[in-house]
C-alpha cells in the first residue's frame, strides 16, 4: 500500500517555463515533507522542505505547496532550466526519528 | 565537510552468497539510514541505526542486518543473496530528523 504516490511518471517542460511536479499522500499522521532530486548514477539530492504547519516554503526557482485537506503536495520549478532535468521524489515523515518514506519519482525532462 | 560515501560503487554477485556495504556517514550525523531502490522504484527502508543502536527497521527479512560503528559509519549486509536483492543500495545520514536526510551514490548490487 503506498502512503506516498507521485500518480506522473514523466513529465516534459519547455526551458523556460514552469515545471509543475505533484504528490498524494495517504497518511495523515505525516507533518514533514521533502523533495529529493536524483541524477543518473548519483544519489538523491535534498531539494526543499516543508513542515506541516506551513503551506508553503520557497527557495529561488523552487517552491513547495502543502495542501493537509487534499493530501496533496506539488513542487513548482519557475524557470525550468535543462539542468533540471532529473528523476523528483518526494518523500515524507511521522513525528520522531523516523524514516522516510518515498513516492516512485517523476522523470522530468526541460528542453531547450 | 565530507559527505556521505558508500563502497563499493558497483558489486555482482550470486544467489546464495554474503555481501556487505559500507557507508561514512557525513561529519557530525549521528543517525544513518539504509534504503533499497529497485528499477523504476522510490527507496524503501530497510533500517536506521541511532548512536550504535538499531531505530527503527523496514519490512525486510532479517537476513537483511547492520551495524553502526563509533565513528557513526555503517554497514548493511545481505546473507543468502536472492535474484531479487538486485537494487541500487543508498545510505543517507542526518543528525536531526527535521534536518534533510543526505544521501550517498549507492551501490549497485547485481546478483546473478
Known amino acids: 500500500d503506498q502512503q506516498v504516490k507521485q500518480n506522473s511518471p514523466s513529465l516534459s517542460v519547455q526551458e523556460g517555463r514552469i515545471s509543475i511536479l505533484n504528490c498524494d499522500y495517504t497518511n495523515s499522521m505525516f507533518d514533514y515533507f521533502l523533495w529529493y532530486k536524483k541524477y543518473p548514477a548519483e544519489g538523491p539530492t535534498f531539494l526543499i522542505s516543508?513542515?506541516?504547519?506551513?503551506d508553503k516554503n520557497e527557495d529561488g526557482r523552487f517552491t513547495v505547496f502543502l495542501n493537509k485537506s487534499a493530501k496533496h503536495l506539488s513542487l513548482h520549478i519557475v524557470p525550468s532550466q535543462p539542468g533540471d532535468s532529473a528523476v523528483y521524489f518526494c518523500?515524507?515523515?511521522?513525528?520522531?526519528?523516523?524514516?522516510?518514506?518515498f513516492g516512485k519519482g517523476t522523470r522530468l525532462s526541460v528542453i531547450a | 565537510e565530507t559527505g556521505v560515501t558508500q563502497s563499493p560503487t558497483h558489486l555482482i554477485k550470486t544467489r546464495g552468497q554474503q555481501v556487505t556495504l559500507r557507508c561514512s556517514s557525513q561529519?557530525?550525523?549521528?543517525?544513518v539510514s539504509w534504503y533499497q531502490q529497485a528499477l523504476g522504484q522510490g527507496p524503501q527502508f530497510i533500517f536506521q541505526?541511532?548512536?550504535?543502536?538499531?531505530?527503527g527497521r523496514g519490512n525486510f527479512p532479517p537476513r537483511f542486518s547492520g551495524l553502526q560503528f563509533p565513528n557513526y559509519s555503517s554497514e548493511l549486509n545481505v546473507n543468502a543473496l536472492e535474484l531479487d536483492d538486485s537494487a541500487l543500495y543508498l545510505c543517507?545520514?542526518?543528525?536531526?530528523?527535521?534536518?534533510?536526510?543526505?544521501f550517498g551514490d549507492g551501490t549497485r548490487l547485481s546478483i546473478l
Open positions: 561529519s557530525g550525523h549521528n543517525t
Open positions: 516543508i513542515s506541516s504547519i506551513k
Open positions: 543517507a545520514s542526518s543528525w536531526d530528523r527535521r534536518q534533510p536526510q543526505h
Open positions: 518523500a515524507a515523515n511521522v513525528p520522531g526519528n523516523t524514516p522516510l518514506v
Open positions: 541505526y541511532y548512536r550504535e543502536e538499531e531505530n
